[in-house]
């Protein structure tokens, strides 16, 4: 599954980095910690690398939620 944003795919390349255990929990940064851990224990290794593969020229810093009209 490729990344949406910028965003998600920097978060994923976090989490595939410390479930490899090229980086300690200590060295991510304090906001996303928790999430990083929690990303990094409920995917596998191949399914974070299938998002950090994603090539990031052309994907928008974050993803824009859609409203939806009542």
């Known amino acids: 599954m490729p990344a949406k944003s910028k965003s998600q ?9 410390y479930k490899r255990g ?13 999430k990083v851990k929690q990303i990094a224990e409920s995917m596998s290794e191949k399914e974070l690398t299938e998002f950090t593969r994603t090539k990031t020229a052309k994907l928008p810093k974050h993803k824009t939620r859609k409203v939806r009209s009542a």
């Open 22 to 34: 090229d980086i300690k929990e200590s060295d991510l940064p304090e906001g996303v910690r928790n």
């Open 9 to 17: 795919h920097g978060i994923m390349g976090m989490a595939l980095a």
